[in-house]
């Protein structure tokens, strides 16, 4: 799973407008190469077009049958999040069914990715868009949502028997990326860090009650550069990037420990499930490993950028979780 960041942000695009171009106009036929503009590169290239659609290539590593297939995924789960939930969030318009240049265009949803704006917001208001955030996933994580969710998509029935054996499936992941971890990312980390993070993978694994939680519909990529505001008003507008979604420990997309104390008690004051056993525990895991995948990905697919990110992202970390 990856994590959003300003490496993204920073990424060139993979694809030139030139290439994709004839390809979106068999949707927008009046479009003009001028009016696309490069917005950031993660899993997608992203573009706006004439300010009213977002264009979403798939990276290089998914312009094939996996990642036309991902995109397919998506788009069902929105159709199945529209008018489920209190702020808007994409629907796809056209998908462009193809292996070579797999692509979904959407309405571009008003407003400004919060991380570009969090620092410039009052602590009143900092305090009101993490209230409503709260309650945004109070119901995102509800109970009858995941249950509605596993009617609607018979494929995880194979997967999903119960929750039960959701929790060892999912514990025997979590050893595989500790696994995974030693054998690729520690071989970019100092011994202080190894042994940092071979402590929270340990302090994790090893404590029954992190693997007690009830698996709920999650995001799983829920940060601040995908909650829009109205930078005027300071508004929340809408949700967006739902690749990742699917049943999940829900304590991922409560990682907000880099916008400060203020704002996470915010969140948590109004969620309905923030009682939950384990449930800070669990946030402080999966936050603080964030520097795995980037290190991982980066080592399996050539990508500099992305170690580089991991080694910032670790540095970052134990700082904010010291020994």
Not at 156 to 168: G, I, N, P, Q, V
């Amino acid at each position: 799973m990856l994590y959003m960041s300003f490496y993204e942000e920073m990424n060139p695009a993979d694809i030139t407008i030139e290439e994709i171009v004839s390809s979106v106009r068999k949707f927008l036929p009046d479009i003009s190469s001028k009016s696309i503009r490069f917005f950031y590169h993660g899993s997608y290239n992203v573009f706006e077009i004439d300010k009213k659609y977002i264009l979403r290539i798939s990276d290089r590593e998914f312009r094939n049958n996996q990642g036309l297939e991902m995109l397919r995924s998506e788009s069902e789960i929105l159709k199945f999040l529209k008018k489920k939930l209190t702020l808007a969030i994409p629907e796809i318009l056209y998908l462009h069914d193809s292996t070579k240049i797999p692509f979904s265009i959407h309405q571009k949803i008003p407003g400004k990715s919060l991380v570009f704006v969090i620092q410039e917001l009052s602590l009143v208001q900092k305090k009101s868009i993490g209230a409503k955030i709260g309650k945004f996933l109070s119901r995102f994580h509800s109970k009858e949502l995941k249950d509605e969710y596993l009617k609607c998509f018979s494929k995880w029935k194979e997967f999903f028997s119960s929750d039960k054996d959701f929790l060892r499936s999912f514990r025997k992941k979590c050893f595989t990326w500790f696994e995974e971890a030693k054998e690729i990312a520690y071989q970019y980390l100092n011994q202080n860090q190894q042994d940092w993070l071979t402590k929270i993978f340990e302090d994790y694994l090893n404590n029954d009650d992190n693997f007690t939680f009830s698996p709920r519909l999650s995001h799983n990529d829920f940060d601040t550069s995908n909650i829009l505001i109205d930078p005027k008003s300071a508004k929340l507008t809408g949700i967006i990037d739902f690749e990742e979604c699917n049943i999940w420990d829900p304590a991922v997309d409560l990682l907000f420990f880099d916008e400060g104390p203020e704002f996470i008690k915010a969140i948590l004051d109004n969620y309905k499930y923030s009682n939950q056993k384990s449930l800070k525990a669990r946030m402080k895991f999966f936050y603080s490993q964030t520097c795995t995948p980037y290190l991982v990905w980066g080592t399996q697919h050539n990508r500099p950028g992305m170690i580089e990110e991991g080694l910032k992202r670790i540095r970052k970390n134990m700082k904010m979780f010291p020994k």
